[in-house]
């Protein structure tokens, strides 16, 4: 420690001018930070208009958001703020099912002070006995907590009563909902394949049983065919 004090001894005073420089520095490089996060959302805002476009594409091909998500969804979609498209709410919407019975489940996101996203999360009403959060609810969490993302696992159900979960919601923003063709084609680009978040919304036993009730109807060998997706956090 002495050695590492006298290294410095005689500078102090270009080491502060230094620290002081840095932290200016770092204010422009949260404003860029906050002009590139404005910027793409005004240009998602943009292509709203493809998006609606799009859904008419995808109402014609079979279980897409399904080998996109998770069974039973039908829509996703992102409703951004016209007056600050930065700021959006997500929306999956669901056919009849054994679980709840909310045609859409809402999560929405005010992003105005990047420090401090502000979350309203819309109650699931669970059918009885149907209710796949109920081992998570055992445990407490702060209120401003990210527990979905701390859990690994959590169900994906679990994000809607997070005080955050910020961290899913730029995901699927900002890349399952713009790529989901890609997704479904399986042609999402990346420079490196680790790289390249996937998604799986189905990790809880019950939740097997959500995807499991869905395709009933059809061949186990089809359900075992169908392109699998799997969940994960950017670092």
Known sequence: MAA??????????PLQELSDINIEINVIVDQLVDE???LHAKYELKKAALYKKR???????PKFWLTCAIAYLQRIAIDRSTANPINYRIV?????????????????????KRDEAKVVNHKIDWKEGKDLTAPAKKEQYDEDSDA???NEDASFF??????????LADLIANDLFPNAGMYFTGTENSDDEDDTPVFDFANSDNEDDVNGDADNAESEDEAEDAPASKRAKRA
Not at 4 to 13: C, D, L, P, S, V
Not at 55 to 61: F, Q, R
């Open 55 to 61: 859904e008419g594409v995808i109402a014609k091909i």
């Open 158 to 167: 679990c994000w809607f009563n997070d005080g955050n979960g910020s961290e």
């Open 36 to 38: 590139e996060a404005a």
């Open 92 to 112: 999956f919407e669901f056919s009849e099912n054994p679980y709840f019975t909310n045609k859409a489940l809402v999560k929405e996101f005010d992003f105005t």
């Open 148 to 150: 979905f993302s701390e």
């Open 4 to 13: 590492e004090n006298g290294a410095h001894e005689g500078i102090e005073i």
